[in-house]
């Protein structure tokens, strides 16, 4: 039971358990296959809610044979709260809807379960190091994460990051690489580089094992609704990965019947900005055309979605769709669900629940529908996008002056 | 036009461990025909009915082709084509 190989999503190649991410017959993703033969539901769970408060907790439903990998780090991520926002719902006259807040990982972005199963699989294959390109959020986790393991990293991010991002991973003690382009450059570059060196690219070479961390978001909304599925999620899309992953995970627990009902309707979100998914479903195309990403949401800037092809055909089997959405309701939505949830979320959750706002004012969200958002990260990672929504009263140290003027005025500019 | 045509080192199995193909052309199209020419498996394994695999890409001098004309794009002597593949980051 367990983890059983690589298989081409493409032609079906089988792959051993190596560091491999494309096909060598049709340059197709490599993913994970499993054999869960024999597996009883019931003990299934009763293992799972026995295990740690983390991922781990569901290791055998991770590229890892035998349990927990001893070659995890100390860094446990996952976890995070689901919960309920009734005063979001009412908002947006929805009935019921939930926040994943993943900002609630060590590295305050879901990047820590990926990272996570990456370098505990990087680990378990002798790599020394660790290298990413990233948009900031993998950057700060596969720092962390090398950091907690005690191996040499490269981070590869695009030289014009948000300054937040770029701290929050250079303190770490990382080799901080920043790349005069876009982040598909980065990723060109990182892709070339991994054909020459002995490292763990985690988001290239180790891609197959990084992917697989984003299904335990699935698994753990699923397990805090009390071990039922919700009828639609909203997430963001970058290259697709978590998007897909996410709906792979609910697959895999349904086809074992870990639980029951259906899978849930696939709303995906972008930035108007840099939207090559969105672009693609509102065509009708099977593949994106690559864009040049132009948008506040720098965590979602990727032109060149390496599984756009997947979130799209995942958005129209589901009875979903994938929206995008403008800068200026990006920095509304980060306010829209800090004020209603006390949830500060950075860019690419404001174009989450922009999406959502969306969705429910265009009458495609059904009251009874059980609505799960995805925020990926944290709003101190992104401050610029809030500069302008608030006005603070600056007062003289006295009672008057209080009374005179800050007492009436709004916290709302 | 002299183009140096750059392999995936996944790839080299099918080009005798050669990473770079030196060969004439002048469109990406051209510049790949004949690196087919000298290595006929990688056709198959990188186009399907005359076009590039989905998952397949390929720059002109660190451009995506898509930017440009896809196997159209014209070459200028001395550019580098890079063979790459999609599937990575996020």
């Known amino acids: 039971m367990g983890v059983t190989g690589l298989r081409c999503k493409e032609c079906g190649s089988a792959y051993e358990l190596e560091a491999a991410y494309f096909c060598e017959e049709c340059f197709g993703p490599l993913e994970a296959t499993y054999d869960h033969a024999g597996l009883d539901p019931a003990e299934a769970r009763r293992k799972i809610q026995a295990g740690s408060s983390s991922i781990w907790r569901y290791a055998d439903f991770l590229p890892f044979a035998g349990g927990p990998p001893a070659t995890r780090t100390s860094l446990e991520p996952g976890l995070t709260p689901l919960v309920r926002a009734e005063r979001l719902a009412e908002r947006l006259g929805l009935g019921e809807v939930w926040v994943k807040n993943d900002a609630a990982n060590p590295t305050h972005s879901f990047k820590d379960r990926v ?12 790599f020394g190091t660790l290298a990413c390109a990233s948009t900031g959020n993998l950057a700060n986790a596969v720092a962390a994460h ?62 197959p094992y990084y992917s697989e961390g984003s299904k335990t978001v699935a698994f753990e909304i699923t397990e805090q609704l009390g071990w039922e599925v919700p009828d639609r999620i909203v997430c963001p899309i970058a290259s697709g990965s978590l998007f897909t992953r996410i709906g792979r995970g609910f697959e895999e627990w349904l086809e074992v019947g870990l639980v029951e009902g259906a899978l849930p309707t696939f709303s995906g979100a972008q930035a108007e900005g840099c939207g090559p998914v969105a672009q693609a479903y509102s065509e009708g195309w099977e593949i994106c055309k690559p864009a040049r990403p132009d948008t506040i949401a720098k965590s979602l800037a990727i032109g060149d979605p ?12 589901t009875g979903g769709e994938i929206e995008a959405v403008s800068d200026d309701e990006i920095r509304d939505g980060i306010r829209l669900l800090a004020e209603t949830t006390g949830i500060f979320t950075e860019t690419a959750g404001g174009v989450t629940v922009a999406t959502l706002r969306k969705l429910a004012e265009a009458g495609r969200i059904d009251r009874r529908e059980r609505v799960v958002v995805v925020i990926t990260g944290e709003g101190l990672k992104t401050l610029d996008a809030t500069r302008e929504g608030f006005r603070m009263s600056e007062i003289e140290p006295t009672v008057e002056a209080f009374e005179a003027g800050a007492e009436v005025a709004s916290a709302a500019a | 036009m002299a183009i140096t045509v750059k392999i995936p080192a996944q790839l080299r199995g099918v080009t005798a461990g050669e990473g770079e193909v030196e060969v004439d052309g002048a469109t990406v199209g051209e510049a790949l025909d004949a690196v087919f020419d000298q290595h006929s498996e990688l056709r198959e394994r990188i186009t399907e009915d005359g076009t590039l695999r989905r998952f397949v890409n390929v720059y002109v001098s660190g451009e995506d082709i ?8 014209t070459l200028s002597d001395g550019d580098e084509v890079t063979i790459l593949p999609a599937v990575a980051g996020g």
């Not at chain 1, 991010?157 to 770029?166: A, G, H, R, T």
């Not at chain 1, 390496?306 to 089997?317: F, M, N, S, T, V």
């Not at chain 2, 898509?66 to 794009?73: A, P, V």
């Open chain 2, 66 to 73: 898509r930017f440009q004309d896809g196997l159209d794009t």
């Open chain 1, 115 to 126: 990272v996570g199963v990456a370098v505990a699989k990087a680990r378990e294959l002798g």
């Open chain 1, 146 to 207: 090398a950091a907690a393991a005690g191996l040499d990293s490269y981070v590869f991010v695009p030289s014009d990051l948000e300054e937040q991002k770029l701290l929050a991973t250079g303190v770490y003690g990382t080799r901080l690489v920043g790349v005069k382009g876009t982040y598909d450059d980065v990723n060109r570059l990182c892709t070339e580089l991994s054909g020459s060196r002995p490292w763990a690219f985690v988001n290239v070479n180790l891609r």
């Open chain 1, 306 to 317: 390496a599984d756009g092809p997947y979130a799209l055909e995942l958005a129209r089997r």
